[in-house]
């Protein structure tokens, strides 16, 4: 396999045997790639990048400088068991970010979908879970365990305590401590974390007319400022709000298990 590809390969690389190596990957100087690894046709390492485990990467993912993909966790737990790290299509992943392979304490997988961004020196932990289309700026530590949904944008320095879900399309502030869920949609900010509204850029980014956001931030009003039982409203909505996908998706992030709870503190008024 090897042979077929050599030219796209720089001599200070070092490839190890049984490493999967499609057509048209580029690697350059100094990188270093396991017995375990797969890397999809188009893929590009840069220079100075480390993979190794039983690690997959999509076709057209690229990898910058530095970045260390597949080591082993940072969970005393761990003792060398073969667990997994997979990396979508067409995601770039910037200098100096690291992502561990998952433990068989979780899910044995950590998995990152297709075209997300991380950028510099984002940290991604061991057994976490990224939707397609996320964006991580620099400096983000995402805690083990830690979901991600589709087109999350998480701001730069942010933290997530382990386990905790940040939902689809929802935005977290930079600086920001995530130690409670996020919603589907939400933005959030805060020393701890604290709800500011909707994410109303990313929403009118998905194409959603002016009646179907005015719907979605009436649910939001009525979840979070409303009075009475927060359980109560919860069911409530669901009857109200039936035939709206958006708040549908709210409803059943709600609905799933969660080890922190989900953040409902509001701060200040919706923008």
Do not use: W
Not at 131 to 154: K, M, P, Q, W
Not at 167 to 174: D, E
Not at 176 to 189: K, L, N, W
């Amino acid at each position: 396999m090897l042979e077929t590809v050599k030219n796209m390969i720089h001599p200070t690389a070092i490839i190890e045997d049984g490493a999967t190596i499609a057509h048209g990957v580029r690697i350059g100087p100094f990188c270093t790639v396991g017995k375990d690894v797969v890397l999809e046709e188009g893929v590009e390492l840069v220079s100075h990048v480390a993979i190794a485990g039983r690690t997959k990467l999509g076709a057209g993912v690229k990898l910058f400088p530095f970045c260390t993909v597949g080591l082993e966790p940072q969970d005393l737990k761990y003792n060398g068991e073969e667990t997994e790290t997979v990396i979508g299509p067409r995601t770039q992943i910037r200098e100096h970010a690291s992502i561990h392979r998952g433990t068989v304490t979780g899910s044995g997988i950590t998995r990152i979908g297709a075209d997300c961004l991380l950028m510099a020196t984002v940290h991604v932990a061991h057994d976490c879970v990224l939707g397609d289309g996320v964006i991580i700026s620099n400096n983000v530590a995402l805690g083990g365990h830690v979901e991600v949904g589709n087109r999350a944008v998480i701001g730069g320095n942010a933290a997530l305590l382990q386990f905790t879900r940040v939902g689809a399309g929802a935005m977290v502030g930079g600086l920001t401590g995530v130690t409670r869920d996020v919603i589907p949609y939400a933005r959030v900010f805060g020393t701890r974390a604290e709800l500011l509204g909707l994410n109303l850029i990313g929403l009118k980014r998905r194409g959603l007319e002016k009646a179907e956001i005015a719907e979605i931030r009436a649910a939001y009003t009525f979840l979070f400022c409303g009075p009475g039982v927060f359980a109560e409203r919860v069911a409530q909505a669901a009857g109200m709000y039936k035939n709206n996908t958006l708040v549908n998706d709210i409803l059943a992030f709600i609905a799933k298990p969660s080890k922190h709870g989900i953040l409902a503190n509001v701060a200040g008024e919706e923008a």
